[in-house]
């Protein structure tokens, strides 16, 4: 079966390549992509591309600790007011969503749709009315993530402002791996010591950007496609009105203050997030916004 629903999770499999070929998990907690399996262009052996820490929370108790988490709608502490109750990160990755529909099952590939509107968890810290659709798509090396925000409120609801973020969790030896093009880019250092560093812009000089030291790198305006790259693999991020881009990795020292990051965990990955997260999309009452990525494995 294409499509396996289980009661915490969805699990696509492609049909084309039977058990050999891809295949995803997409937990109802958070509409989280926890595993996404796919062979590179020269082999038929699925390998697990996505991070997920061995000391994740997988049972709904916390956000999980690697795959990809949608963040929304808000990207780090709130700083709109209509975010104000929110925790870092928002909603949309702490609140279990529901399966909706098969959207597509052939010979291309998989897709599945999953929704979350507002319950009362979420009313009594955000009280804008909206709509979320997820879609996961599996090709044979692709998979893709459209997440649809619509303004359900009426014509004299306030346009919605938002943040939103894919905070992709790519399976990469983190000392070896490289990301660009993001030269010349203004990019904004989360790990400066001082609120005013942290605003101030740097640019970004490297032609492939590591992260060998503690990483929290917000770019703005950012070309929306990126070469993540280590010397036996090859990843493709390209992103669809995502025009910023985050790479995150914290290394030893403070991958070890995070409590659910397995040990050495750190190692294991790069962070690199596409996302809307400087300044905030503005969605009249009644419209649809679509932001999408799309990662191919190239090999
Ligand atoms: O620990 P979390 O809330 O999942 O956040 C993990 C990371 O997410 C993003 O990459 C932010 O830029 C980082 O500042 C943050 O540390």
Redesign the pocket.
Known sequence: MPVVQKVDRVILQHPKTGNQGSSAEILLYGATVVSWKAPSPTSNEPVERLFVSGKAALDGSK?V?GGI?V?FPC??APTHPTHAKLP??GFA?NNVWTFNSIVMDNEAGVSVKLSLGPNPTIQQQYDHPFHLDFVVTLAEHQLSTDLHVKNTGLSTTPPMEFQA?F?NYIRAPANDVRVSPLTGLSFYD?TEATEEARATSKMETREGVDVTKFT?S?YENAPGRYDVVWPSGAIEVRTINMKDV?V?N?QEE?GAK?GDMETGGWEKYI?V?PGYVRGYVKLPAGETWVGQQVLTVKV
């Open positions: 956000p600790r988490p963040v990207f780090g870092q990160h990755r973020l905070h989360k929290d917000v985050v995150w914290p403070a995070i962070c997030e």
